[in-house]
């Protein structure tokens, strides 16, 4: 599962169980979801069947995890996307997976430039529990992680112009494996090079991105995001 790294693992440390809220108007998926959390170290504080009902439970409880059906009642449009914004505006420690029966690029791409612990996966992955329950862990951790679908959809829309141009050979295998969520350690791995000489790449392909340090950016998040939506 293609991970966007975030700056830390801010809940790694954290000996407290993670409390999650679930929004989905299917009701066995929410009840399944939930077991299956509960099962697997998470205490699901609450369920809603529509963004209101979200919107009201994750004010009141401020979970660490909300995972949201990014289609709702009344109109099934994007009610649950439109939620997942005001949860990340007011409760910027809450992170947040949405869920989607189909890939909708515009609104995941929207979704992850809010930054880490956000999550885009297909509710078809739900059914690979182990995968599942792994990208649950890590975004809970302070990852973002993108559905390989949505990665597979932004490579078939590639532009005219590419940013990318001003990358090496190498730094576009670095930049690819780092949107697959490889780490730097990973990556050294993969293309049989040191960890340090990775660092190296990293440190140039954030550069030649323009992508100077931040306190209120992630460069490996947007480093990773310019990548996709390049493709």
């Avoid at 947040?96 to 690029?105: G, N, Q, R, T």
């Avoid at 490579?155 to 141009?165: F, M, Q, S």
């Avoid at 090496?168 to 780490?183: K, P």
């Amino acid at each position: 599962m293609p991970t966007l790294p975030g700056t830390a693992d801010a809940a790694a440390g954290s000996s407290r169980t993670p409390r999650v809220v679930l929004a989905d108007d299917d009701v066995l998926l929410r009840e399944g979801l939930a077991s299956l959390l509960d099962r697997s170290g998470f205490e699901v504080a609450g369920q809603a069947g529509n963004s209101t009902e979200l919107l009201a439970l994750a004010r009141s409880i401020r979970p660490e995890l909300a995972i949201i059906d990014i289609r709702m009642p009344p109109a099934h449009a994007t009610e649950g996307l439109e939620a997942a914004r005001v949860i990340r505006e007011e409760l910027p420690g809450t992170a947040i997976i949405v869920l989607s029966a189909h890939v909708e690029v515009d609104e995941a791409m929207d979704l992850l430039a809010g930054g880490e612990r956000l999550g885009y996966l297909l509710k078809s992955r739900v059914t690979n529990v182990a995968e599942f329950l792994d990208t649950v862990g890590r975004i809970t951790a302070g990852a973002s992680v993108v559905d390989p679908s949505l990665v597979q959809e932004l490579v078939k829309a590639r532009r005219r112009r590419d940013p990318l141009d001003v990358l090496s050979v190498r730094e576009r295998e670095v930049l690819a494996l780092m949107a697959e969520g490889a780490s730097n350690a990973g990556i050294a791995h993969q293309i049989f090079v040191t960890e340090g000489t990775v660092e190296k790449h990293v440190r140039s392909i954030l550069t030649k991105l323009d992508l100077p340090e931040s306190a209120a950016d992630h460069r490996r998040v947007l480093a990773v995001l310019r990548f996709l939506e390049a493709r």
